[in-house]
């Protein structure tokens, strides 16, 4: 009876270790904060200021759904996501809530976004008044290389538009590198390996549609054409288990719902069926970039522009 009795209050007592060790785990904190917010003065009428980043997940990459009601970080816009060798999640986007002009941004997560916190991402040497767009890429010695707009105050400017790069070894603290494009109207470029050739989707304000450019080293781009099928804003495609590409997308102009491409070489594209993401009543989404997660489920973030 002893016996029992000791294994009774072992039990209790190891019970009410858990419950204060799980009690002492903080709830994640949603919309996360940068702890060096600034509002800019005078507010701007429109743009990123006004944005939201928003998540959903997915078990098959087919069905998103919000992952959470609050929004994953305010006054910020155009995200980016990577998954690094460790674990850790991080998503980058243009923020506005440091200051004017807006500038990288990120926040990253190491519970597979349970939670997340700012991570004070930055690029030195910038020859631009601006870095916006931001799509990074893991490189295969661990470094991280960010493609971006290379931005005077005008983002939406005619005639000839930047893309830039930076280096990273930690994928917070960035170096500018070098120039890698430039043709009318550039925005939101997107860059993936297709296996032979490093391939750059970028929007062009001029032309209307996306522009399609190739590079062997991912330093120097030349355009090929324009992406087929058109009236999509895209994103980075993700490589499948069976070596083909899904390509996420929202319909332009309406920007309500997101939508999926399938390519077995990355340069020629078709629509697949169905909607991945519908919007809720008057949304405004845009930007749905796709990474996979650690646990093998899919991350979506995206960007809300509803005010």
């Not at 807006?102 to 349970?114: A, K, P």
């Not at 290379?150 to 830039?164: K, L």
């Not at 594209?269 to 169905?274: A, F, K, P, R, V």
Request: hydrophobic share 35%.
């Amino acid at each position: 009876m002893r016996g029992v009795q000791l294994r009774i209050a072992a039990a209790a007592l190891l019970s009410g270790a858990c419950t204060t060790q799980a009690s002492e785990i903080p709830a994640p904190v949603f919309p996360v904060v940068n702890p060096n917010s600034v509002t800019p003065s005078p507010l701007p009428t429109s743009g990123p200021w006004y944005h939201h980043v928003r998540t959903a997940v997915s078990s098959d990459g087919l069905t998103f759904i919000e992952e959470r009601a609050p929004t994953l970080v305010d006054h910020a816009s155009v995200p980016a996501a990577l998954q690094f060798h460790d674990g850790t999640i991080r998503v980058y986007f243009v923020d506005f809530s440091s200051g004017n002009p807006e500038r990288l941004g990120c926040v990253e997560s190491s519970d597979n976004g349970r939670s997340y916190r700012w991570a004070g991402c930055v690029i030195d040497g910038l020859t631009s008044n601006k870095a916006v767009d931001p799509c990074p890429i893991l490189l295969s010695d661990g470094r991280v290389r960010l493609y971006f707009y290379a931005s005077e105050q005008n983002v939406n400017s005619t005639g000839p538009h930047r893309i830039d790069t930076a280096v990273s070894s930690d994928g917070i603290h960035f170096t500018r590198e070098a120039t890698v494009f430039t043709f009318d109207g550039l925005v939101d470029p997107d860059v993936f390996f297709n296996g032979s050739l490093w391939v750059m989707h970028v929007f062009s304000l001029t032309v209307g549609g996306t522009v399609v450019a190739t590079s062997a080293d991912g330093l120097s781009f030349h355009q090929i054409g324009t992406l087929s099928p058109t009236g999509y804003g895209v994103t980075r495609p993700v490589r499948l288990a069976d070596g083909t590409f899904r390509m996420y997308g929202f319909r332009q102009p309406d920007a309500q719902e997101f939508v999926s491409l399938r390519s077995s070489d990355g340069l020629t594209w078709s629509l697949e069926s169905g909607v991945r993401f519908r919007a809720g009543a008057g949304r405004q989404i845009t930007d749905p970039y796709v990474i996979e997660k650690p646990d093998g489920k899919w991350l979506m973030a995206y960007k809300d522009g509803s005010s």
